[in-house]
């Protein structure tokens, strides 16, 4: 195997990626204890401006409880008010303060959070924000035998650092003042558009461009076989040139080794680790760039001299002339996107870089990963990896991403290369298929692989929506409506037999006439 292969195929390990948005993922869930009246309100993300002395300055994020009065969601309603550090700190006994109105700053710890909320609320404050001994945000619950859950004020956790700075402020005899609303994300944003249109779109050329090229490649075999003698030919192994073969055991390997270069992640992420992976990214990007590049030009007549001329190179072998006029241009674009890639818009840059056994196992994998492995990691390992925690980098480069462009919480939508390589495999063997089979788009495969993609992963982002943004596995919907419609369809029509063990039609002589859908 090369090296350019070798690089492809990690990145494709790499990238069985999660869908998720990022605004919403670092909420922590306890749902031990069901709703009841007087805590029943859905969990929200807070925003928290601050004003310390007059100048504005850091806008903070945390969560509202279960419990308490809901919030503004507009700006512009929400009151500016003072913040007061609690004493005690923990605000789990009558505090001493005296307030009126401003917003009481507690500790997490030694009560509950009803408790700490029912005093709040006992000496006149407006709301309650209780610091997290962690760096992360935690839904407040009721404990399971609380009786008084009346609760008139709203209450916010932020996570240990927030509430560090805002403490310092107030112990340094500063003027804190805090607004806390909590705004609407909107159902469906822009972003999660663009990214359904890019991967079906991605899926839809690829598999146009796979098939086209078996299909010259096979007339091209076709014209140099036609004068031998019948004796030496031998249709039944015929099979189109650039067809990757995936038998059973490498698909079981493929999604092993997966699992270990995720594991190999979640353990050594750091910043470091993400910089070899860039490096890798980048080498594997200037290769499929190029690749893309030269055949886009060769459908030109200027370029197709410069695509059929070739050099030798030490080392790479022989090269066409268009492949070494466009490599400069595609190690630029990745050699730019590296040192830039943490700039706002340098999504666009890592965007442009980028069965049945394989995709029942990738199935399982993505479950695996994404719920099951909580057990034992106590947290998601393919959120965690995918969203880069613990690196300094916000994600892998392993997928791609759109910003948020109509949320008031901002992040990205994302969907991981996996998530769009493996379900493109079955989606082009379909299209292979129907055009050596002569088959019209209401009697093929093709079209029904597609909508079942695109359906596939539309239902994706509505569960990631329905879930608050939690992450959710893209090919546990995708993987049941691609495969099952195929699978459906080629028992239906009595030709599963064919596409399970051939991959292709019975082809009675040499000499094919393809009949493009």
């Not at 993922?25 to 805590?39: E, S």
């Not at 839904?139 to 609760?151: F, G, S, Y």
């Not at 099952?484 to 028992?491: A, E, Q, V």
């Amino acid at each position: 195997m090369d090296i350019q292969r070798a690089i492809h195929i990690l990145i494709i390990v790499l990238s069985l990626s999660p869908c998720f948005g990022s605004a919403g993922d670092i909420v922590h869930q306890d749902n031990n204890t069901p709703k009841r009246p007087g805590c029943q309100n859905n969990f929200v993300l807070v925003k928290v401006p601050t004003r310390v002395d007059g100048v504005p300055e850091v806008e903070y994020v945390g969560v509202g409880a279960r419990f308490g009065t809901t919030l503004e969601s507009k700006e512009k309603h929400a009151n500016e008010t003072r913040l007061v550090l609690a004493d005690p700190p923990d605000c789990c006994s009558k505090p001493k303060n005296k307030l009126n109105r401003e917003v009481l700053l507690v500790h997490r710890g030694g009560c509950s959070f009803t408790t700490k909320a029912n005093f709040a609320e006992e000496v006149n404050a407006s709301a309650i924000l209780i610091i997290n001994y962690k760096t992360e945000l935690f839904k407040m619950v009721c404990e399971a035998n609380e009786t008084d859950l009346d609760i008139q004020i709203p209450a916010v956790m932020l996570p240990q650092d927030a509430g560090a700075n805002l403490e310092n402020h107030i112990k340094n005899n500063s003027l804190v003042l805090v607004q806390l609303y909590s705004p609407n994300r909107p159902m469906v944003d822009v972003a999660e558009v663009f990214l359904w249109l890019m991967a079906v779109g991605t899926i839809l050329c690829a598999s146009y461009w796979s098939a086209w090229t078996a299909r010259e490649a096979a007339i091209e075999q076709d014209k140099l076989l036609k004068d031998a003698s019948e004796e030496f030919l031998n249709t039944e192994n015929v099979s189109s040139r650039g067809v990757v073969d995936i038998n059973t055991k490498s698909a079981f390997l493929f999604v092993v080794v997966a699992s270990c270069f995720l594991v190999m992640l979640y353990k050594l992420m750091s910043f470091w680790f993400l910089e070899v992976l860039v490096v890798l990214f980048c080498i594997g990007g200037v290769e499929g760039l190029q690749t893309c590049l030269v055949s886009v030009l060769s459908c030109f007549r200027w370029f197709q001299h410069a695509g059929e001329s070739f050099v030798k190179v030490p080392f790479f072998g022989a090269i066409s002339y268009l492949t070494l006029a466009v490599c400069p241009f595609c190690i630029a674009f990745s050699v730019v996107w590296a040192v830039f890639r943490r700039i706002s818009f340098a999504w666009i840059g890592q965007d442009i870089l980028v069965g049945t056994v394989l995709l029942s196992c990738a199935f399982l994998y993505d479950i695996f990963w994404v719920f099951v492995s909580k057990w034992w990691f106590h947290e998601s390992v393919m959120i965690v990896v995918a969203r880069g925690d613990k690196s300094g980098e916000d994600g892998i480069p392993m997928l791609l991403k759109i910003p948020r462009m109509f949320d008031p919480w901002g992040g990205y939508s994302v969907i991981g290369f996996g998530d769009i390589i493996l379900p493109g495999l079955l989606v082009a063997f379909s299209l292979r298929y129907d055009w050596l089979a002569k088959k019209n788009l209401r009697t093929g495969y093709f079209v029904w692989a597609m909508t079942a993609y695109g359906l596939g992963l539309l239902i994706t982002y509505v569960a990631l929506n329905l879930m608050d943004g939690h992450g959710q596995p893209a090919l546990l919907y995708i993987v049941p409506f691609t495969l099952g419609t195929f699978l459906t369809l080629g028992k239906r029509r009595g030709e599963l037999k064919t596409l399970w063990t051939r991959g292709e039609p019975k082809r009675p002589c040499p000499h094919i006439q393809f009949q493009p859908s």
